[in-house]
Nanobody, 123 residues
Framework: QVQLQESGGGSVQAGGSLRLSCAAF????????MGWFRQAPGKEREGVAV????????YYADSVKGRFTISRDNAKNTLYLQMDSLKPEDTALYYC????????????????WGQGTQVTVSS
């Protein structure tokens, strides 16, 4: 059974950093586009960043460009999101997900989802 497990969330003050991890179980994640998404209370789920299968191409939402970095370690079947200069508006439940191919940050393209990890940024 395909499973994705996020970790690394927590509470930080504005300007701080967190590193999220997403471990994939039950399949070889290297063949898939992988991405990070987030959902704040009362808002729709939105794309944060995606990374292509080889790890050389990435795409970010404008709101996180220059502050977040997505990466993957295919040998470890793990996806990462380094989040720096965090802002209160980054507060959300963060999910990782996989898609057969990368086509930007389109939520419907992503088929397998983790349970999410909470990130809370205080001012």
């Amino acid at each position: 059974q395909v499973q994705l497990q996020e970790s690394g969330g927590g509470s930080v003050q504005a300007g701080g950093s967190l590193r999220l991890s997403c471990a994939a179980f039950g399949y070889t994640a290297r063949s898939y586009c992988m991405g990070w998404f987030r959902q704040a209370p009362g808002k729709e789920r939105e794309g944060v960043a995606v990374i292509y299968t080889g790890g050389n191409s990435t795409y970010y939402a404008d709101s996180v460009k220059g502050r977040f970095t997505i990466s993957r370690d295919n040998a470890k079947n793990t996806l990462y999101l380094q989040m720096d200069s965090l802002k209160p508006e980054d507060t959300a439940l963060y999910y990782c997900a996989t898609a057969p191919g990368c086509n930007g940050l389109r939520v419907p393209d992503f088929r397998n989802w983790g349970q999410g990890t909470q990130v809370t940024v205080s001012s």
